[in-house]
């Protein structure tokens, strides 16, 4: 059985997913896909449970305890406790969704480096 390709809009996200998506994008760049839970609450976690049920993550859970410990003994500041992996689908989402991002702050900063020059 073939799946059909999900078609979510940005707009059909609420502003917790819409957040917690770009977070996780972040997070499979810049960290091998793993969270930290003291980077996001309740809402967030709904969130991704929510972006599973709609196809846009594909897998999402919590470290085994020996990956957490590990990170712990680090020294460092990133402290993960969850993993998370997108879809091919997810991934376009959350690229559209950063392009708009940017879009809006390099407007948002044009507007207001005119008005102080």
Not at 19 to 32: H, P, T
Not at 78 to 97: S, V
Request: include cysteine; glycine fraction near 6%; proline fraction near 2%.
């Amino acid at each position: 059985m073939v799946k059909s390709e999900v078609k979510v809009k940005p707009e059909d996200l609420t502003r917790a997913e819409r957040s917690v998506l770009l977070y996780a994008e972040s997070c499979l760049v810049d960290n091998l896909g793993r969270l930290e839970s003291r980077k996001m609450n309740d809402e967030d976690i709904e969130a991704l449970k929510s972006l599973k049920g709609k196809g846009i993550v594909q897998d999402f859970g919590r470290l085994a305890w020996k990956v957490v410990e590990y990170y712990m003994t680090l020294g460092t500041s990133n402290k993960p406790t969850h993993y998370i992996r997108l879809t091919d689908e997810g991934w376009k989402l959350a690229h559209q969704l950063r392009k708009e991002r940017s879009k809006r702050l390099i407007n948002e900063n044009t507007k207001e480096s005119l008005r102080k020059a």
